[in-house]
T-cell receptor, first 113, second 113 residues
Framework: KAGVTQTPRYLIKTRGQQVTLSCSPI?????VSWYQQTPGQGLQFLFE???????NKGNFPGRFSGRQFSNSRSEMNVSTLELGDSALYLC????????????FGPGTRLTVT | QKEVEQNSGPLSVPEGAIASLNCTYS??????FFWYRQYSGKSPELIMS????GDKEDGRFTAQLNKASQYVSLLIRDSQPSDSATYLC?????????????FGTGTQLKVEL
């Protein structure tokens, strides 16, 4: 089976812009979770989608949003980018809702200047 | 706040030795525990999952879980230079807002020739 894919892999944006990241889960997986990873904060949970509905949410401002499509692919959007949003954004897929193992994609490296 | 604690390291072991990585967690009700390996510049890779008290072995890796002590560990036998990476402990916490996979900050392992 193909693994989790994320696009784009690298992105450079300017403060105030918005960005959309995409994630395609492993075939048959219905849950997609998003994480932000920075050297200072480690891996922080953003949100989880299952069957096109957001089921869990971490402690991030409303500028961070997401959605999931009927084919389980997911997108994450960050509006009004800030310098502190520079991070590796990781998506992980799982067959079920926060139940068992999650498998990560390669990530999108976002740099905000 | 529900937390996962790990010693950041670095933990240095000679090639061929046993590396022991430890993790504690704050919620006694947690049922699912995972170890991920992350090479520099790469995304986390799931290497072990454990759900019951005791030991679980997979090749050179052994995960140990003690729910009464809220402690989970990972042993790597016959350590190789290719095992040099950051090891992340992750725990699923049950919350009112849904189950959440929470990561520790990771332990950096260095296997020396």
């Amino acid at each position: 089976k193909a693994g989790v894919t994320q696009t784009p892999r690298y992105l450079i944006k300017t403060r105030g812009q918005q960005v959309t990241l995409s994630c395609s889960p492993i075939s048959g997986h219905r849950s997609v979770s998003w994480y932000q990873q920075t050297p200072g904060q480690g891996l922080q949970f953003l949100f989880e989608y299952f069957s096109e509905t957001q089921r869990n949410k971490g402690n991030f401002p409303g500028r961070f949003s997401g959605r999931q499509f009927s084919n389980s692919r997911s997108e994450m959007n960050v509006s009004t980018l800030e310098l502190g949003d520079s991070a590796l954004y990781l998506c992980a897929s799982s067959p079920e809702l926060t139940g068992r193992e999650q498998y990560f994609g390669p990530g999108t490296r976002l740099t905000v200047t | 706040q529900k937390e996962v604690e790990q010693n950041s390291g670095p933990l240095s072991v000679p090639e061929g030795a046993i590396a022991s990585l430890n993790c504690t967690y704050s919620d006694r009700g947690s049922q699912s525990f995972f170890w991920y390996r992350q090479y520099s510049g790469k995304s986390p890779e799931l290497i072990m999952s454990i759900y019951s008290n005791g030991d679980k072995e997979d090749g050179r890796f052994t995960a140990q879980l003690n729910k009464a002590s809220q402690y989970v560990s990972l042993l790597i036998r016959d350590s190789q230079p290719s095992d040099s990476a950051t090891y992340l402990c992750a725990v699923i916490f049950l919350t009112g807002g849904g189950n959440k996979l929470t990561f520790g900050t990771g332990t950096q392992l260095k296997v020396e020739l």
